[in-house]
């Protein structure tokens, strides 16, 4: 069965800093990886996925993401953290294979906190 | 913009009076999926149509229906909604490309339902 983990409930990071939410993963076979962003009663916003390819994965609003296979993590980073980037990080993972049926699986989320 | 379109944002509804939600998407997508999600909790997938194919997750309740007319909407029912159903109800598509496994989904804004 696949599964998708995010260590950490809430993350604080001061504005300015580098920041990095953590999510690790277990698929059998090759995953797609992917992150979402959630703000207060909106729904979730694609950030960026790693189907294959170059391991680091640039998406948007200067967010990025590091494929380890070796450690099955796929850890979400930003250079320079921002206040607008307070909000709820889902990291979701889903199997490469040929079956239609195969669902996306998320993590319970990790709320960002960013300290002006 | 293309885009995934719920309504309304917000529903208040009666113990065990029926509900509908609506969806609708004007980005040609093949696949549409219908999640709860409760206090920030990660979405929960109910069901999705491939197509007119209609695929049910098994733990999804008998009390949530869905009805998806054409390619563009897509529709929840609640037959009786009970104090449990309160939560975030949230539509994404995805292209639905053969198997689509590296399909990004696109969610709408969703639908907040209160149960009275």
């Known amino acids: 069965a696949q599964s998708v983990a995010q260590p950490e409930d809430q993350v604080n990071v001061a504005e300015g800093n580098p920041l990095t939410v953590k999510c690790t993963y277990s698929?059998?076979?090759?995953?797609?990886l992917f992150w979402y962003v959630q703000y207060p009663n909106r729904g979730l916003q694609f950030l960026l996925k790693?189907?294959?390819?170059?391991?680091l994965v640039k998406g948007s609003y200067g967010f990025e993401a590091e494929f380890n296979k070796s450690q099955t993590s796929f850890h979400l980073k930003k250079p320079s953290a921002l206040v607008s980037d307070s909000a709820l990080y889902f990291c979701?993972?889903?199997?490469?294979?040929?079956?239609?049926?195969?669902?996306?699986?998320f993590g319970k989320g990790t709320r960002l906190h960013i300290l002006p | 913009d293309a885009m995934v379109i719920q309504n309304p944002r917000y529903q208040v509804t009666q113990f065990g009076k029926p509900v509908t939600l609506s969806c609708s998407q004007t980005l040609n997508h093949n696949v549409m999926y219908w999640y709860q999600q409760k206090s920030s909790q990660a979405p929960k997938l109910l069901f999705h149509?491939?197509?007119?194919?209609f695929n049910n997750e098994a733990d999804t309740p008998d009390n949530f229906q869905s009805r998806r007319p054409n390619t563009s909407f897509c529709f929840l029912d609640i037959r009786s909604p009970g104090l449990g159903d309160a939560a975030m109800y949230l539509c994404?598509?995805?292209?639905?490309?053969?198997w689509g496994q590296g399909d990004t989904q696109y969610f709408g804004p969703g639908t907040r339902l209160t149960v009275l």
């Open positions: 698929v059998s076979g090759n995953p797609y």
């Open positions: 790693y189907i294959t390819g170059d391991n």
């Open positions: 149509y491939y197509d007119k194919d």
């Open positions: 994404a598509t995805s292209r639905g490309s053969r």
């Open positions: 979701a993972v889903r199997r490469a294979v040929m079956n239609r049926d195969d669902k996306i699986i």
